[in-house]
């Protein structure tokens, strides 16, 4: 088995798990708060399965093992790097779960409208993009957030939690 599958495989789940989480948590919530985080939450399972029976599958056939030396991930390291590609695949898991549990964390407490740009802007930074194509993304995805989600569809997002613990 190849390691990289398997890295992919955990984080597919993972990203499964927190759709479910998701749903969980907004149980609460009125039905028209509810709407938006569990229909992204269910693409986001229906999403995760296709992928992970995918990378099943390719794992049966012996598929994307690694063999094409030229196109491999930089993750997965060059032949004979025995337990460094192992390292690097286990830091870039680590970094990928930190980084998704900063954003839902960002997302309950500060609300989507403010923690996804903020996410979208810390993540290209701490991918050395420049300073510019950062603030355009962020901004960028702020504007179409708020020009399709709430100008046209009227999306009620719930209050965050920080908001409503200073009475905001």
């Known amino acids: 088995m190849n390691i990289s599958r398997l890295v992919d495989l955990l984080l ?65 390291g060059r032949a004979g790097d025995g337990i460094l590609g192992v390292q690097q ?17 960002l997302v309950f407490l500060i609300g989507h409208m403010i923690a996804i740009p903020v996410f979208i802007f810390l993540y290209m930074k701490l991918n050395r993009e ?17 020009a399709v989600l709430i100008e046209t569809m009227n999306v009620a997002f719930p209050v965050p939690y920080l908001f409503d613990w200073l009475g905001l």
């Open 12 to 76: 597919t789940l993972f990203f499964g798990l927190i759709g479910i989480a998701a749903i969980i948590m907004v149980g609460d919530f009125p039905f028209r708060d509810q709407l938006f985080p569990v229909v992204a939450s269910i693409l986001i399972i229906i999403f995760t399965i296709g992928s992970g029976a995918t990378i099943i599958r390719n794992m049966r056939l012996g598929l994307d093992n690694g063999e094409d030396q030229e196109n491999i991930r930089p993750s997965e």
């Open 89 to 105: 695949d286990f830091k870039t898991i680590r970094r990928i779960i930190g980084l998704i549990t900063l954003l839902v964390l």
């Open 130 to 146: 420049p300073l510019w194509i950062c603030l355009v993304s962020a901004g960028g995805f702020y504007a179409l957030t708020w």
